[in-house]
């Protein structure tokens, strides 16, 4: 069986990455935006909204966008900087034991050139997407091809889709400092955190972290990144989003692995982290 095979979704050229038990994911080329995640068993674990741009006229609302070189506004470039909107090349895939892979790559040449002056700074990013029954693995990395260093901000911004938001739970994060959407610092104290309202928070990153969703326990692990960023708009922002129905907020959460500060990266240097999700099913 083919472990890559091209596809449309929406209007978009995507890469289906199917494992022999069963996993599979789809991936745009619009943003290297990973849509779907079925683990072996079918079911499918990413939120996409059913309101969101599916032409690449527009970020994609859902799945897992790749945030770089600026996270939200901590920048001066687009907010949440420009992969999520350039158009990717499928660079590789294959087999490594029972993972299939599949490797997507943006230079400066895959730019909009608007999008190339505005940022004109020599990288080479790759993301790639490794999935087996019940595991993902997204690996992103940026090198620096050029002889000046240049700053850079990443996020892996996930959607997962909860089945009903009053049912989640998130472990892991009791003791750990965040920053709220008002700028307040504090300490989280509850052992668990739940959803009861807008939650818009910068975790400072304890490595893994337990979500507890209607069906399912997910291990999220993360390497190379600073922090979990974790995001459910609630009701009046859910409101305001023209791409996601009212009632859509209800449906999904947001774990980011970040590195929400720009920071630079010497000329020659790479730069790697990676999201690891694990997902037990419950019964
Ligand atoms: O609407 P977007 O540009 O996709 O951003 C969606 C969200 O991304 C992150 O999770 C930020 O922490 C939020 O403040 C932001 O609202």
Not at 29 to 46: I, M, N, P
Not at 114 to 132: D, G, K, Y
Not at 173 to 189: I, K, M, P, W
Not at 263 to 282: D, F, K, N, T, Y
Request: aromatic share 10%; with cysteine.
């Amino acid at each position: 069986m083919a472990v890559v095979t091209m596809v449309e979704y929406g209007s978009l050229p995507a890469v289906r990455i199917s494992a022999a038990d069963g996993a599979q994911a789809t991936v745009a080329l619009f943003g290297a935006h990973l849509l779907s995640w079925q683990t072996a068993d079918g079911k499918e674990r990413l939120f996409c909204s059913s309101q969101s741009a599916l032409d690449g006229s527009k970020a994609i609302r859902g799945g897992v966008p790749v945030i770089f070189p600026q996270f939200n506004v901590r920048g001066d470039g687009q907010r949440h900087g420009f992969a999520r909107v350039s158009a990717w090349r499928l660079a590789d895939s294959g087999t490594d034991g029972a993972l299939a892979w599949a490797e997507f790559a943006l230079t400066p040449d895959d730019l909009a050139p608007a999008t190339a002056q505005a940022w004109p700074h020599a990288f080479a990013v790759r993301l790639r997407c490794a999935l087996q029954g019940d595991t993902l693995e997204i690996d992103f990395k940026v090198r620096n091809t050029g002889a000046e260093a240049f700053p850079f901000g990443v996020a892996l911004h996930t959607y997962f889709d909860v089945g009903q938001l009053d049912a989640v739970r998130i472990d892991g994060l009791q003791g750990a400092r965040y920053t709220d959407h008002q700028l307040n610092t504090s300490v989280q104290e509850q052992a668990s955190l739940r959803f009861e309202q807008k939650h818009d928070r910068l975790y400072q990153a304890p490595p893994a972290l337990t979500l507890h969703t209607a069906d399912a326990a997910l291990r999220l692990e993360q390497q190379g990144f600073n922090e979990w960023v974790v995001w459910n708009p609630g009701a009046a922002d859910a409101a305001a989003l023209a791409d996601l129905a009212d009632d859509e907020y209800l449906r999904f959460v947001c774990i980011e692995p970040a590195r929400v500060d720009q920071q630079a990266l010497a000329a020659g240097a790479e730069w790697s982290g990676r999201h690891r999700i694990v997902c037990a099913p419950r019964g």
